[in-house]
């Protein structure tokens, strides 16, 4: 693997380079090893490759700078190991190599790539959140972007829920970005890791954000999308999950709400359309009995007007005057059921007299 390494960071050989190179049965220790009329005669490099590859040979200590990557705690592997995750294997233009900060997905586990809009409402911060935290209730590994808005809240609705999540970041690994996200990449690691195409101290440039989408949708099994405009980062990472023959499920809105037209958009080409998480497990035949029994019974203590309040209430913040207007029900009365309803953790309080819903059913 440390030729692997050297080979990935000689300055000029990019990733299709390297991939060639690959494809052509030319391993990166022969390269390593190879004379100027050698790498001469190797097929598909030009003289310019020929001499940056020459001056790296020259500059470069394998084992040293193997060394300082291994006590930096950064993991590595590339196309030439079998640890390489065989899922972006085989994906269109897959990356030569990734570093990773924890340890990488494990293939033998379902995995869901949830991602959205970063300026995203209460009610896509909610379901995104909720997403996550049901997933990892059923085992299933979560995977997104560590960016700001639903990346966030789907890795910490995961954490939440005792799962492991995966954050693919289009910098470094040892790089946080956002940085106001520190606590939270921290608690990725110790809960799953971080993962990157990009040596360590590769700076986030927003050209490489479209490029490490495919590597999310690599990682996975299917994508679910949490608001988007018609014009979303998000959507990249659809295309290329549908392009990799992922299934792509999407969130619906209302139609006047510019973070809903993405995902409308994807649901009328075809995508899923996510209105249940119980049909999502069943869909991803990993449905927890357990846990949709104890919701059923939390459903089954309801009284009538109890379930009439439940029911008008969803993962847009809901007031009490709304309530008492649509129900009928007196004010002493709704903030009994209100408080009955929170205590067995169907609904919560986001601000003063402000309910939604805690549950995605």
Known sequence: MKYAYWLHNVPGIGNGKIRHLYDEAVNAEEIYHMSLPQLRKVHGITEEDIK?????????????????????????????????????????????????????????????????????????????????????????????????????????????????????????????????NRYLYNQIIANGGVISEYPPGTEPMAKRFPARNRIIAGLCNCVVVVEAKEKSGSLITADFAMEQGRDVYAVPGRISDTLSQGCNRLIKQGAGALISMEDFLSDLEVLSEINYTQLDFRKNLLEKDERLVYSLTDFRPIGVATLVEKTGISISRLLEILERLESLGLIKETFTNYYIRTLLN
């Open 52 to 180: 940056a590859i020459h001056k790296s040979q020259r500059k470069w200590d394998v084992d040293k700078e193997w060394f300082n990557l291994m006590e930096q705690g950064i993991g590595f592997v590339s196309l030439e190991q079998q640890e390489f995750p065989e899922k972006v294997r085989h994906i269109p233009n897959p990356p030569y190599a990734l570093y990773y900060v924890g340890k990488l997905p494990d293939e033998n586990r379902k995995t869901v790539a949830i991602v959205g809009a970063r300026m995203r409402s209460a009610y896509g911060s909610q379901v995104a959140t909720e997403i996550g935290k049901v997933l990892a209730q059923n085992g299933i590994q979560v995977i997104s972007g560590l960016a700001r808005g639903i990346d966030r809240d789907a890795h910490e609705g995961a954490l939440e829920g005792g799962g492991d999540t995966y954050a693919v970041l289009g910098c470094g690994v040892n790089v946080c970005y956002p940085s106001e």
